[in-house]
């Protein structure tokens, strides 16, 4: 009975104890008026700081780390964060090419002792790019790698289960180069599988999978990825292609 009888208490008292927790997490300082500007300012001081201190990281530490693993690297070279890198490779990067945030390279040596990645000038990778290679990767001029691209020259595991339970590696026949043409737009978390060779500027949409490789001036979707437009090309020696209203339908 007693209990019974202090239970529509017990759950008044939670339930004012619950708004009183809500209502001490709603509040806040109020910025307006005279102190818009204050506010203002000292934002504005955070993210300067904030820059400065990302720069000398970059200047004095991630850069001339990164350009330590590499053999070469063109001139004009930008990145912003430490790539993370594993395993040892030989990487080749031309001028004028940037790594927007933190990219990622893997390279295995099982099959082949050398593999390489070779990033053509004035190519820009963007943040969370990641790169599987066993034995070759190769990436245009004046390519534009989107954010959460995966490019992988090989299977992450054999087919056969009693491998995988082995930890076997794939097959050697299973690691095949991928190659990327001249001013090819990869567009957000695409995926680009073994053996695939895109042609100059070629348009891949987000998240499509290639699986197969594509010609130059076209435009591709899906997964898998197919083609679903084709680019008109000028016989001037301007940089990009104009897209056609067909391909756009398409």
Known sequence: ??????????????????????????????????????????????????????????????????????????????????????GRGTILIGSDVQLSGKPSLAFSSRHCADPQLLIGDGTFLGHNTALLIAKRVTIGRHC????????????????????????DFVAPER?????????????????????VTIGDRCIIGACAVVTHSLPSDCIAAGNPARIVGHLLTSTLDIPGPAVSPQAIQA
């Open 144 to 167: 534009l790698i989107a954010g959460g691209v995966r490019m992988s020259d090989f299977d992450g595991h054999p087919l056969d289960a009693v491998q995988r339970r082995a930890g």
């Open 1 to 86: 009975m007693s209990s019974a009888s202090t239970s529509p208490t017990l759950v008044t008292a939670r339930q004012v104890a619950k708004r009183l927790v809500n209502s001490a997490l709603q509040i806040h300082i109020p910025v307006g008026g005279l102190s818009r500007p204050v506010f203002a300012f000292f934002y504005h001081g955070h993210v300067a700081c904030r820059a400065i201190l990302l720069w000398v990281a970059r200047f004095c530490w991630y850069e001339p780390l990164f350009r330590s693993q590499c053999q070469s690297i063109g001139p004009r070279f930008r990145m912003e964060q430490l790539p993370y890198l594993v």
């Open 175 to 195: 690691v095949q180069p991928i190659a990327i043409g001249d001013d090819v737009w990869i567009g957000h978390g695409a995926t680009i599988l073994k053996g």
